[in-house]
C-alpha cells in the first residue's frame, strides 16, 4: 500500500500557475505508476495525466495537452503536476493516485488514492 498526500492547491487568476504536489509514503513508490485525476462541481472525476514508475512515459488529457506537466521525483517520493496556463475551467478537486505496475488513464485500476486539493481559477 502507499499512502498519498496532496498539497499546493489554491486560488489562483486565469492565466497564471500552480504547483501540485504528492508526497508518498509506504512501499516503493519508484515501482508504483501513478497519476492525477480532477473532480470538477458537479461532474464526474476525470484523468489529467499519468507517468510510469521510471518517469520515462507520460501521457496527458487533451484538455491539459501543453499547458501541464507531470513529473516525480522517487528519491523525494514525490509526484509533481505543474500547470500552467490556467483556464477557469481547471477549477476542480485534484487528486493523485498510485498502482503497481503499468500507469493508466483508468482510474479505477488506481487502488491507492490521496484526499485530493482544491484548485480554483477566477476569470
Known amino acids: 500500500q502507499v499512502q498519498l498526500v496532496e498539497s499546493g492547491g489554491g486560488l489562483v487568476q486565469a492565466g497564471g500557475s500552480l504547483r501540485l504536489s504528492c508526497a508518498a509514503t509506504?512501499?516503493?513508490?519508484?515501482?508504483?505508476?501513478a497519476a492525477w485525476f480532477r473532480q470538477a462541481p458537479g461532474k464526474e472525476r476525470e484523468f489529467v495525466a499519468h507517468?510510469?514508475?521510471?518517469?520515462?512515459?507520460?501521457n496527458y488529457a487533451d484538455s491539459v495537452k501543453g499547458r501541464f506537466t507531470i513529473s516525480r521525483d522517487n528519491a523525494k517520493k514525490t509526484l509533481y503536476l505543474q500547470m500552467n496556463s490556467l483556464k477557469p475551467e481547471d477549477t476542480a478537486v485534484y487528486y493523485c493516485?498510485?498502482?503497481?505496475?503499468?500507469?493508466?488513464?483508468?482510474?479505477?485500476?488506481?487502488?491507492?488514492w490521496g484526499q485530493g486539493t482544491q484548485v480554483t481559477v477566477s476569470s
Open positions: 493516485a498510485a498502482r503497481r505496475l503499468i500507469s493508466t488513464n483508468v482510474q479505477s485500476e488506481y487502488d491507492n
Open positions: 507517468i510510469s514508475g521510471s518517469g520515462g512515459t507520460t
Open positions: 509506504g512501499q516503493a513508490f519508484s515501482r508504483c505508476a
